[in-house]
T-cell receptor, first 115, second 112 residues
Framework: DTGVSQDPRHKITKRGQNVTFRCDPI?????LYWYRQTLGQGPEFLTY????????KSRLLSDRFSAERPKGSFSTLEIQRTEQGDSAMYLC?????????????FGPGTRLTVL | SQKIEQNSEALNIQEGKTATLTCNYT??????LQWYRQDPGRGPVFLLL?????KEKRKERLKVTFDTTLKQSLFHITASQPADSATYLC???????????FGTGTRLKVLA
């Protein structure tokens, strides 16, 4: 069990460019979440996958954001036509089906800076 | 409107004292509430979960209470240490959805 990993850890891009982030959850976890976190705020829910199915997506998420989990393992989050307001830490978390605590295991995050 | 609030001001306490952090929520009916710790530049780490039918939960130096009438959870760290310095987040699951809602977090600093 190597934990949740995210790649890249840092991304600097120019406004208008597209970016894609990857998340590799803990291998036996079938539930995967994406969050966005800005300075001084808690994580803000973006989307949820159970296996390969995207079961919930935040209404705050614009059409520029899309996420996939094609084989129910790793997931990608793409932001098209980035804006300066997209600058944030993007966190991925996974959760299994067993255990009493429903806890999410977070990755280290991808810090996005849009110039 | 729905909201979950934590004291956004940093809490500074002396080593050895008990730190108490507050989480209040409005217009949610969570079946449980979670507490996480977050260090700078890292993802949150789960600490404790307390269910709506539980008044108190303990784990080592940590204690969480849950009052569904007051719609409040209190998180205590006893015999605090400088290594406890971090941001502490409370979270609940919005009923009928898969969405988890996090508070803004309270930054705790334990002074040696």
């Amino acid at each position: 069990d190597t934990g949740v990993s995210q790649d890249p850890r840092h991304k600097i891009t120019k406004r208008g460019q597209n970016v894609t982030f990857r998340c590799d959850p803990i291998s036996e976890h079938n539930r995967l979440y994406w969050y966005r976190q800005t300075l001084g705020q808690g994580p803000e829910f973006l989307t949820y996958f159970q296996n390969e199915a995207q079961l919930e997506k935040s209404r705050l998420l614009s059409d520029r954001f899309s996420a996939e989990r094609p084989k129910g393992s790793f997931s990608t989050l793409e932001i098209q036509r980035t804006e300066q307001g997209d600058s944030a830490m993007y966190l991925c978390a996974s959760r299994g089906t067993s255990g009493p605590y429903n806890e999410q295991f977070f990755g280290p995050g991808t810090r996005l800076t849009v110039l | 409107s729905q909201k979950i609030e934590q004291n956004s001001e940093a809490l500074n306490i002396q080593e050895g004292k008990t730190a108490t952090l507050t989480c209040n929520y409005t217009n949610y009916s969570p079946a449980y509430l979670q507490w996480y710790r977050q260090d700078p530049g890292r993802g949150p780490v789960f600490l404790l979960l307390i269910r709506e039918n539980e008044k108190e939960k303990r784990k080592e130096r940590l204690k969480v209470t849950f009052d569904t009438t007051l719609k409040q959870s209190l998180f205590h760290i006893t015999a605090s240490q400088p290594a406890d310095s971090a941001t502490y987040l409370c979270a609940l699951r919005d009923s009928g959805t898969y969405k988890y809602i996090f508070g803004t977090g309270t930054r705790l600093k334990v002074l040696a």
